[in-house]
């Protein structure tokens, strides 16, 4: 029997390769080959990333319709036509919350049977309208707020059971790479909802993989709100975690926490914000990606785009012309850039990670975000497919037959 089984194993890997050793075609799209991995992009309902309205809406909805299988869909509290309002209630019984353009965004990935990865629900207070910030609420207050901004987007649509996933808490995290949490007061730092107070660790994580000893109530409130009101799964993401480090022990040590006591969460998202010229360690991120697996989530790189490092301390950021001045230095960057989607794409892919989003496809558009003119992505402005795609489509086919 064992013989047997050893020998319909060697046919189907030999059938494998045979499907796709001689079918590579530099003229497929993204999905042809995906496999079962799901592959999405972030859009927005105005602005940038524009599907559904907007000039150049159609193009983009045809290069989404044939590259992706799922959709990001990111409308934020205070940006893009967001959820809150511009202006601070009189009261938290006239808190209204907008969903007009997530709903529109669902309903149109619905149509075209994509999956759809929702981003966010809770973010730092940068994320949010100012007054939000300003105003001291109490713990009872800032868990009402919760509780009623929670249920309004999952309810609204019937959101609940059309995303297959809610980004349920995003960037929790301090900015560097200690795995402590941000704080409230400190404006590059503030998050409003730590004052509902801390929770003692219940990771049972010792040592040096403990770093934190205790952990934000609201986080699991969260996704306790959450949870009860939809089975689609349930994640949260941070930057500075996909390739190990105490970042992301923090995150690991967080979700043992919370499994711990009780609490779904079902995926983490590896943000990846890359940047030409650092080298990067692609054996930590498969084991990175593999730890988190054997916790019991399922891991998505969520935010992919390749730029250029322009940090600066203190927030002394550099411009793209202190750093390109020739086109020499262009070339240099799209040869890093390639190299790095490459190998990330198939080292996600081949460790198991269930979803890749890309955070935007198209180079040098009004509005493209914090990396507008970086060159960050897979097309040009015209749609014309950069190295970078070709990049992606050559890991994602290699993937499909690796063994």
Same mark, same amino acid.
């Given at each position: ?153 999952? $309810? ?38 730590? $004052? ?11 040592? $040096? ?24 799964? !349930? ?22 926490? !919370? ?40 891991? *998505? ?81 015209? *749609? ?20």
């Amino acid at each position: 029997m064992k013989k047997l089984f050893t020998c319909i194993s060697i046919v189907i890997l030999l059938i494998t390769n045979s499907l796709f050793s001689q079918d590579y075609n530099k003229n497929a799209f993204l999905k042809d080959y995906s496999g079962e991995m799901i592959i999405t992009t972030q859009v927005r309902g105005e602005r940038n990333k524009a599907i559904l309205r907007g000039t150049e809406a159609n193009k983009n909805r045809e290069f989404v319709l044939k590259n992706y299988t799922g959709i990001q869909p990111s409308i934020y509290p205070a940006w893009d036509g967001g959820f809150w309002p511009k202006k601070k209630p009189n009261s938290l019984k006239e808190f209204e919350i907008e969903t007009k353009y997530f709903d529109e965004l669902v309903n149109w990935g619905i149509e075209n049977e994509f999956h759809i990865m929702h981003h966010c629900l809770i973010f730092p207070n940068k994320y949010f309208p100012s007054w939000f910030s300003k105003t001291n609420y109490s713990a009872n207050e800032l868990e009402l707020i919760i509780e009623k901004f929670i249920s309004e987007v999952l $309810n609204s649509n019937d959101n609940k059971n059309k995303v297959d996933v809610f980004n349920v808490i995003n960037e929790i995290f301090a900015m560097g790479k200690s795995g402590n949490y941000r704080v409230d007061g400190n404006e590059k730092e503030d998050c409003k909802w730590m $004052n509902m107070g801390f929770e003692k660790d219940m990771s049972g994580l010792e040592g $040096n993989e403990k770093i934190n000893d205790s952990h934000p109530i609201f986080v699991r409130k969260v996704f306790d709100v959450a949870s009860k009101l939809t089975d689609a799964k !349930l994640e949260i993401r941070d930057f500075n975690i996909a390739f190990g480090g105490k970042k992301a022990d923090g995150m690991y040590q967080l979700i043992k926490h !919370l499994k711990n006591t009780g609490v779904r969460v079902d995926a983490v998202g590896f943000q990846c914000h890359l940047n030409a010229g650092l080298n990067y360690n692609y054996e930590n991120l498969r084991k990175n990606i593999l730890r988190f697996i054997d916790l019991g989530v399922e891991v *998505y790189i969520t935010e992919l785009d390749v730029g250029l490092n322009l940090w600066g301390q203190g927030g002394n950021h550099k411009k793209v012309s202190d750093v390109i001045k020739t086109d020499s230095d262009w070339q240099w960057f799209f040869e890093e850039q390639n190299k790095i989607y490459y190998n990330l794409v198939k080292t996600a892919k081949e460790a198991g990670v269930k979803i890749i989003s890309d955070w935007g496809f198209r180079d040098d558009i009004p509005y493209g975000g914090w990396r507008k003119d970086q060159k960050a992505w897979m097309v040009n402005k015209d *749609y014309s497919r950069k190295g970078a795609y070709y990049a992606v489509l050559k890991a994602l086919y290699l993937s499909l037959i690796h063994i």
